[in-house]
């Protein structure tokens, strides 16, 4: 787990690379390169990922939830949560997220907060930096359910029962990740907050959340689905094609695509095969694993800051060739996205507030 978890992770810096030069139309990005939204064939990295990895890792934070419980009181539970996730989704916005912020407002037009009074902006700014953080939001008041979810069962007999399911069982599952998407807003109305809620999509994301603390959390469970890991990494592989060849093109993070039942579909197949095979041929570690388990959650609150400001700067101030713009972009969020996290672990205040952590020291594993 702590393995899939840090892929993941690396999953979502890759992402974001294309998310920001994308053309088929979704929010948050700079734009693409071509006007034809057929016509940009790498943006399919998109249609691959988006449908299923971060679903992934709020399951496999369900799975750390329950096992950070079976050692930590609730109260020590909800304190070291909201450090680690409340600290970085708000005060973190005024210490270092404001100037990704700052990019993405020029990313939205240079115009956007011209009249706006100095001060004003900065807050703007770090309201706009939110970016990926919706996500450790999200996590942290699915903690504070948690706990209810453990005082309610406090002999933990529906969690037990939730152990004894069998593979059709884990298969069938899937009807519940297609219902939560059936909870986004379909017509988001523009002077709304209907597009932040299907950003935040908190049914839909709470659902793998609550199968991960009560379901995969048990070890015989994730045995389970171990045993068939290349039979669902094919299922998987055939529902994406089959996903792609028939919507390429169309925004992939509209409410009508992800409430589709063949995008759940691949979703879900994707989410066991990922279980499956991390369970069956990654269940070890070595130097680089242990360093990306501790800091992989750190790396990732601190990654977008290089996506959208390289990003931007190259697609507006150069004429490099859209190839160059991708691969400089790949290698700088993979390489200076560690070493912004390595710089503010290591000072005092800052990283409390940015990284959620007390004293430059090695992180827990279970750190996310």
Request: aromatic share 16%; with cysteine.
């Amino acid at each position: 787990m702590d393995n899939l978890r840090w892929f993941t992770v690396v999953l979502v810096l890759i992402y974001h690379v294309f998310y920001f030069y994308n053309n088929k139309g979704v929010f948050g990005g700079i734009g693409g390169f071509v006007e034809d939204p057929k016509a940009q064939p790498q943006d399919v990295v998109m249609y691959i990922l988006y449908p299923w990895f971060m679903m992934l890792l709020f399951l496999v934070a369900g799975i750390s939830a329950r096992y950070a419980l079976e050692k930590q009181s609730n109260r020590e539970f909800i304190a070291s949560r909201t450090r680690k996730l409340l600290v970085p989704a708000t005060i973190g916005l005024l210490v270092f997220h404001w100037m990704t912020g700052y990019f993405n407002t020029h990313v939205a037009g240079n115009d956007v907060l011209l009249n706006v009074p100095q001060p004003v902006k900065f807050f703007l700014w770090a309201f706009s930096g939110i970016g990926p953080l919706w996500f450790i939001q999200d996590l942290w008041l699915f903690s504070l359910l948690i706990v209810l979810v453990k005082l309610i069962d406090r002999q933990d007999r529906f969690w037990q029962w939730c152990g004894k399911i069998n593979m059709i069982g884990i298969i069938l599952l899937g009807v519940l990740v297609y219902l939560g998407q059936q909870t986004l807003i379909m017509n988001p109305r523009p002077e709304s907050a209907d597009g932040l809620l299907n950003l935040y999509k908190p049914l839909a994301y709470l659902v793998p959340f609550l199968m991960g603390y009560l379901v995969f959390s048990h070890e015989q469970v994730q045995e389970k689905v171990a045993q068939l890991h290349l039979p669902m990494l094919m299922a998987a592989i055939a529902a994406g094609i089959a996903l792609i060849a028939t919507t390429w093109g169309e925004n992939n993070t509209s409410p009508q695509y992800l409430s589709g039942w063949l995008n759940n579909l691949y979703a879900w197949l994707m989410m066991l095969a990922m279980m499956g095979c991390f369970k069956a041929w990654f269940d070890r570690t070595n130097r680089f694993a242990d360093y990306m388990t501790r800091s992989s959650f750190g790396i990732y609150l601190v990654h977008y800051l290089v996506v959208a400001s390289l990003g931007y700067m190259m697609k507006t101030y150069t004429a490099l060739p859209p190839f160059a713009m991708y691969v400089i972009l790949f290698v700088a969020v993979l390489l200076l996205s560690p070493l912004i996290y390595e710089i503010v672990r290591r000072i005092p205040f800052v990283r409390w507030c940015v990284l959620g952590i007390k004293k430059d020291r090695k992180q827990s594993k279970n750190n996310g």
